[in-house]
């Protein structure tokens, strides 16, 4: 009986959720564009425009002149590497440093690095 009791209301609370329509919790609104730069909240209009801030250039840039691609050498080296970064920290710094544009890039890019940049890459492709 009590088994029998339980599914009655089992079956009770599902009709009553299916019958409810969904509730909409927050509504979305459509994000500015302005010349291909998101307007976010909480951002500064050179976040926006620079994903990796002009010192941050200047700090991988060193790094990467010194070490190439290898971010274990370059975590492991506390002269150029001043900050303490972890390879993974490194890894994503660099990251985003090879797929700036060459508006987006402020700092001189050394030799050894040019052919993995983005642009480099795709006026490559271009050609």
């Not at 459509?30 to 050179?46: C, H, Q, R, V, W």
């Not at 050394?110 to 993995?116: G, N, Y």
Request: with cysteine; net charge positive; charged share 30%.
């Amino acid at each position: 009986i009590a088994l029998q009791s339980a599914q009655e209301k089992n079956s009770s609370i599902a009709t009553k959720s299916n019958s409810k329509k969904a509730i909409e919790l927050f509504d979305i609104p459509e994000s500015d564009n302005m010349n291909g730069i998101m307007m976010l909240p909480g951002k500064t209009f050179a976040q926006r425009k620079l994903p990796l801030s002009i010192e941050d250039q200047k700090y991988i840039r060193k790094c990467l002149a010194r070490h190439g691609d290898d971010y274990h050498a370059m975590m492991r080296d506390i002269k150029t590497n001043d900050m303490q970064y972890t390879e993974s920290k490194l890894k994503k710094m660099a990251a985003r440093f090879f797929l700036l544009t060459r508006d987006q890039v402020k700092v001189e890019v050394p030799e050894k690095i040019k052919h993995l940049m983005a642009y480099n890459q795709s006026e490559k492709m271009g050609k």
